[in-house]
């Protein structure tokens, strides 16, 4: 019985080792998100750091404008890098989970 918790753990530290270099790879990949009609470009990394942002001319002499495009085109780029983010995480911990009754939440 001690051995297989032993064991257990050992796998835990495992999936959750994965998991950091799962996190730390997620920072070089990038997420390009443009305005509809490609005004704005933001360029930000699965884990949720703008890396850039790109300002169409004819933005920046509307302000009101500019800022409604900010807000839209950024909350579009985190979600969809919050959902790279989260599927790749869980795959790996789900991967590395050992067969614990009760801990199924990751399946």
Do not use: C, W
């Amino acid at each position: 019985m001690f051995g297989d918790m032993m064991g257990m753990m050992g796998k835990l530290k495992e999936a959750q080792k994965k998991v950091e270099e799962t996190k730390e790879r997620l920072h070089g990949v990038l997420i390009d998100m443009n305005s509809h009609d490609d005004k704005l470009k933001v360029t930000i990394t699965a884990n949720r750091t703008i890396k850039s942002i790109e300002i169409d001319e004819e933005l920046l002499q509307d302000k009101d404008m500019l800022e409604d495009y900010l807000i839209l085109t950024i909350n579009k780029a985190i979600a969809r890098a919050t959902t790279v983010h989260e599927t790749e995480v869980a795959a790996v911990a789900k991967e590395g989970m050992p067969n614990i009754p009760g801990m199924d939440m990751f399946k």
